[in-house]
């Protein structure tokens, strides 16, 4: 058994709100799933297709308290185990998600659907706290197709928008992890540094202010479109040319959480990131 998955964000939100939001069924369809069924201690249910395996319910309560949802959570046949908290450190409301059954090498073979679990978690909280802090959510993941596209606005110019997706420093602060690019065509894209990445990402599209292509092999091209009119920034993102069989679900999914932050780095002051643990 491989250690627990943790992520902890943290929120301007009191305790109390973000509990009840974690907690109230219509609260829970807006910002986490289509359909949900609460009726602490008894049941917390939630599915629909943007969950995984989400055709049904399957999660049972092991426990709750005031400010925990314990669950057991089926998936690809394996019970796993959720813990969802609400605390407080250092002055601030932190979210906590323990969840077991998470290997990494699920997210580059595909073996099972759990190989999700850590960007379905870090999407997932990133809506939630857009949600108590009365943000637009940013696009959930739809598990039934291999449609991956998704649309936000955001109140900053294209061309700061764009200097945030070539910039190594400035990609790598809202992203939450290293990355260096080389800002060319043919240029690497390359998680953790390039000394750290065997096999970056290329890029294959680059128009300053309009577009940024990126090809991942077999994984894959993720496209940045921006449009722009009075300092503001529609900006489409779309992933196309992967195995429709196998969609890059855990890729896509991270790339949405990353979206949700880069929102939020260029509309809030004295920005800081939302992940507290990882």
């Known amino acids: 058994m491989t250690e627990p998955l943790i992520i902890t964000v943290r929120t301007g939100a009191s305790p109390a ?15 986490f799933a289509e359909k949900a069924d609460i009726d602490l201690p008894r049941r917390y249910e939630f599915w629909g297709p943007s969950v995984p395996e989400g055709d049904a319910p399957h999660q049972k ?9 314990h669950l057991s959570w089926l998936l690809d046949g394996e019970w796993t185990t959720t813990e969802i908290s609400v605390g407080v450190e250092n002055d601030e409301t932190r979210i906590t998600v323990t969840q077991s059954h998470f290997d990494f090498a699920d997210v580059i073979t595909g073996a099972t659907i759990r190989g ?14 857009d949600f108590l802090d009365g943000r637009p959510l940013t696009a959930r993941a ?12 955001i ?6 928008v764009y200097d945030s997706l070539i910039s190594s420093e400035k990609v790598s602060q809202w992203f939450g992890y290293p990355v260096e690019i080389e800002p060319r065509i043919d240029g690497r894209f390359a998680l953790g540094g390039l000394d750290a990445d065997p096999a970056p990402a290329r890029i294959v599209e680059l128009t300053p202010g309009e577009r940024v292509g990126i090809d991942w092999g077999p994984g894959g091209i993720s ?3 921006l449009a722009g009119s009075e300092g503001r920034t529609r900006l489409t993102l779309v992933s196309s040319g992967f195995d429709q069989d196998n969609p890059p679900y855990p890729a896509w999914l991270g790339m949405l959480s990353g979206l949700a932050e880069l929102r939020r780095y260029h509309e809030i002051r004295d920005w800081a990131p939302i992940t507290a643990a990882f």
């Open 17 to 31: 709100a973000a509990f009840e939001a974690l907690t109230d069924p219509q609260a829970v369809t807006t910002w």
């Open 61 to 69: 309560v092991v426990g709750c308290t005031d400010s925990s949802i």
């Open 116 to 129: 999700v679990l850590q960007s379905f978690w870090a999407l997932s909280l990133a809506n939630l706290v």
């Open 142 to 153: 739809d598990f039934t197709g291999g449609d991956l596209s998704a649309t936000v606005e």
């Open 155 to 160: 109140d900053a110019a294209p061309t700061a």
């Open 223 to 225: 496209t940045w479109e």
